[in-house]
């Protein structure tokens, strides 16, 4: 496939160089569909997305309805290098991302709107009622973008106000008992200020996926409200001003995962602190809901059996953002500033099946036992020896996660740029950045009456076996400059620089209470009076390490261990590069940057490592945009990536409970080459193509152990060293690919325009897309793959004359097939192996939009 992907990348250039002699020579385009010329700001300025020096990829609304693009995971089918995972909101391009969403961490793509930075993704998957175009830069943008765009950037652009009244209003019902509606108004309020008032509301009442047992539908199921108000101002003839607020509201039935694999029936599954759910159906009497008594994902992913349904809420969701430009004759000076906050509140079944109750069964008579709670004997004896002192222990092992995020940020940017005509383009700012973030992680098991009262210790109330919380604080701020300088006609040089400085600064908190899993404890040998045990104490950190600022310090009335930690973190990144435009459509152009992610916390876990270092990228990239009259467009990248110190989240055994750490991988290298094709070839017929080949590998890194192998006995395991004092074998990850980079990646829209005459314009369009196998964790085996998979969508676009009306049906994966986001192994010890779990994509959906524009 590499040689494939490289003929073919090859081959593209070769056409573009050739091409370029016979495309001066060419007289007025024929009257054909023209190509789209689209319009980004992917440096800070209005260009033809053609003549930008950048990887870029755009969306316009037009395309995006031709295209039926709703989420990120629509774009990300399409656009070269970039994956997405909808089951935990992560992004990467060209293998760069983030590994973990533990507060303290970082996104190593950057996600703005209206080009004020957002720590989240929801706006990128807005509907295109509201969205006038999506931009997806790949590769380091830190000069000019700065926070966070490690791997690339992703701006949004709202459709703002017009400057004549308009109304406008769309209908949409679909399977799965889908319904909603969006509406606006937009037009001048005077004569020099403009409004816009929209708003959305959503409805999927059925999930895509059954829960067996009785409970929900759940996957795709929400209600979700959106509403947003603009403002546009000529304050002056130099003074302009733009103005947003929105909010919005939802609920989900969000399943993101199923188990593909047989339960694991051990009493405790690996890493367990409670009593596994699935060893329940070995012993006689156990209750539960429904009748499955096995994992029915094995046989078909998309059902389930759980008697916790997966909910999750969206409320005092608040923004604001503001661009205000003072345009001088030569200078325009920009101020874009924006606030966000939110609250994310979710909870989901944990155990992975039904089961709501058993008896454990105590162990046999055996007066050797050594049970500290009896005495000495065991239970069994007792009651063979002296009568019912206790019994077996009744386990309700319905055990939940339940997740809160409380997030609000404010975002600050200033810059002065040149307007003039003359050789030399320049912008320089400052940016600021604050950002509170409160995390919770509750792993609950509140129907065991034990959990909620350790024995000797704090009372326990919400039934955590673990609770880990925290607070962190991020002050982010930055300068930069760029000059872009023409020393030709047909050659610019760029240069530019940002310093970059990051706080992070706030506390974390953690409780670990176990039951039946401590030796001397165990369900077998005491039954009815086995304690649940706080193992706070034993499970934290209390050395000192880099990030941490206090000692740990235990709540006798919560029980929780407290720690503080605070680091700061500084670099230089910038951008040089070379662009040649020997004609109008001929674009090529060389472009090393340097990338660099702030260090970061695991924060929640107190664990002996909790801080990262930062990371830092060096990209080399070489491309070409090439068009041949109106028909044709061809753009081709190839680039190189050394990369040091990838933060990777890995689990570890501490003091015999698992907690998980980060690291720093040592040294990678990346690779690869991106291809996209615009062609007209008739009035009526258009395709865009777009395909990406990926490779990367580990250079260096060791020495780590796998959780989901921690013997290191799997095909592929590269063991290294003695085992830890736990009993794992570490591993070396050198030569192991990045996590979700994906190989190779091919998409295809067809397009067709069929005039109608008096009866308005119908467009008929294809989608076919096609990822590769992909891994998704640090270490490439087979539980951490998903199998390559392809989608075909069928779309059709009814216009009326003059454009007042629009009906959009369509089919989305019309074969019905399974796709994959991501897949993680554990270790499964009866039946002894490996489980997977997989990060599910939507079953074949069907749609009909009514649109109306006045």
């Known amino acids: 496939m590499k040689q494939i992907a490289i003929l073919a990348a090859a081959s593209t250039i070769a056409i573009v160089a050739s091409g370029q002699a016979s495309a001066q020579e060419q007289n007025e385009p024929d009257q054909v569909k023209k190509l789209d010329q689209v319009t980004v700001t992917a440096v800070k300025r209005e260009q033809d997305l053609n003549d930008v020096p950048v990887s870029v990829t755009a969306y316009t609304a037009d395309i995006r309805q031709e295209l039926a693009f709703e989420s990120l995971s629509d774009f990300a089918r399409f656009t070269p290098s970039l994956a997405f995972s909808a089951g935990d909101d992560r992004v990467f391009i060209r293998g760069v991302g983030r590994q973990t969403n533990t507060n303290g961490s970082d996104p190593g793509i950057a996600t703005y709107s209206d080009g004020i930075y957002d720590s989240s993704t929801s706006a990128v998957s807005r509907s295109d009622f509201f969205v006038e175009r999506v931009e997806v ?12 765009s490690i791997g690339g950037a992703i701006n949004v652009i709202s459709k703002r106000p017009t400057d004549e009244f308009s109304a406008d209003a769309r209908f949409t019902v679909g399977n799965f008992d889908t319904k909603a509606v969006e509406a606006s108004i937009s037009g001048p309020l005077s004569q020099r200020v403009r409004a816009k008032l929209g708003g959305s509301y959503r409805n999927q009442d059925e999930g895509y996926f059954d829960n067996v047992a009785g409970g929900p539908s759940e996957a795709g199921a929400n209600e979700s409200s959106y509403l947003e108000l603009q403002l546009d ?32 029936m051990f009493p405790f599954p690996s890493g367990y602190l409670t009593p596994g759910a699935a060893f329940g159906y070995l012993t006689p009497g156990y209750t539960q809901e429904g009748a499955a008594t096995s994992n029915p994902g094995a046989s078909d992913i998309r059902k389930f059996s759980v008697d916790t349904p997966t909910r999750s809420e969206m409320g005092d969701a608040y923004g604001l953002a503001t661009i205000a430009t003072w345009s001088l004759p030569t200078i325009d000076i920009k101020y874009m500033g924006g606030y966000r906050t939110y609250n994310y509140d979710s909870m989901r079944d944990d155990d992975g099946t039904s089961v709501t109750s058993y008896t454990y069964p105590l162990d046999p008579a055996n007066i050797a036992a050594g049970e500290v709670l009896t005495g000495g004997p065991n239970c069994q004896w007792l009651i063979e020896n002296i009568g019912p002192v206790c019994s077996a222990a009744t386990i309700y092992p ?15 940017e200033v810059t002065a740029q040149s307007t003039g005509e003359g050789d030399v383009w320049w912008i320089v700012g400052a940016y600021a950045y604050e950002e509170d973030f409160h995390q919770e992680s509750h792993f609950g098991n509140n129907a065991q009456p034990q959990i909620l009262a350790p024995l000797a210790a704090a009372a326990n109330p919400d039934g955590d076996y673990v609770t880990a919380l925290s607070e962190l604080k991020t002050e982010s701020y930055a300068l930069f400059g760029q000059v872009d300088y023409d020393v030709t006609d047909t050659v610019t040089l760029t240069g530019g620089l940002r310093y970059s400085m990051d706080d992070k600064s706030g506390s974390e908190m953690l409780r670990v209470i176990g039951y039946g899993v401590v030796p001397g404890f165990s369900l077998g040998g005491s039954g009815s009076l086995t304690p649940a045990l706080d193992l706070t104490a034993a499970s934290v950190s209390y050395a000192s390490a880099q990030g941490v600022a206090s000692d740990v310090t235990i ?48 924060a929640g876990g107190i664990s002996q490592y909790p801080q990262t270092d930062e990371e830092l990228l060096d990209a080399y990239e070489v491309g070409v945009k090439k068009g041949f009259g109106d028909r044709l467009q061809l753009n081709a990248t190839a680039y190189f990536y050394s990369y040091d110190g990838l933060q990777v989240p890995l689990d570890v055994q501490e003091n015999g409970i698992r907690l998980t750490r980060f690291f720093n991988i040592e040294e990678s290298r990346a690779q690869g080459l991106e291809l996209e094709a615009q062609w ?19 250079r260096d890194a060791c020495c780590f152990v796998d959780v989901a192998d921690p013997l290191a006995l799997q095909p592929g395991a590269k063991p290294v060293g003695a085992a830890d004092l736990s009993g794992n074998q570490p591993q070396s990850l050198e030569g192991q690919m990045l996590p979700r980079t994906v190989p190779n990646k091919f998409g295809l829209n067809a397009s067709y325009d069929v005039p109608l005459d008096v009866y308005g314009d119908l467009t008929v369009s294809a989608n076919f897309s096609w990822l590769d196998e992909t891994y998704h964790g640090i270490f490439n085996r087979s539980y951490t793959q998903t199998p390559s998979y392809e989608q075909v969508d069928l779309i059709a676009v009814w216009t009326s004359p003059e454009d007042k009306y629009r009906v959009v049906g369509y089919v989305k994966n019309l074969a019905d097939e399974q796709g994959f986001d991501g897949s993680t192994g554990a270790v499964s010890l009866l039946p002894a192996g490996v489980t997977q779990t997989y990060y599910l994509t939507a079953p074949r959906t069907i749609g009909v939009q009514l649109q109306l524009h006045f």
């Open 555 to 602: 709540d006798p009335v919560t029980g929780l261990a407290r720690r503080q930690l605070d680091n700061s973190w500084n670099s230089l990144s910038g951008v040089a590069g070379v662009q040649w435009r020997p004609t109008d459509d001929t674009n090529y152009f060389f472009r090393y940057s340097r990338g660099y992610k702030s260090g970061g916390f695991n």
């Open 680 to 698: 007209t070839p008739t009035d009526d017929l258009r395709f865009l193509f777009s395909y990406a080949y990926n490779d990367s590998e580990i």
């Open 233 to 264: 101002a000529d304050v002056t003839d130099t003074l302009s001003v733009w103005f947003k607020a929105d909010t919005t509201d939802a609920t989900f039935r969000n399943r993101t995962t199923n188990l593909a694999s047989a339960y694991d």
């Open 398 to 412: 319905s055990r939940t996660f339940g997740y809160i995020e409380d997030r609000s940020f404010w975002s600050h």
């Open 137 to 148: 830069l790949r590769g380091p943008q830190g000069t000019l973008y700065g926070r966070n």
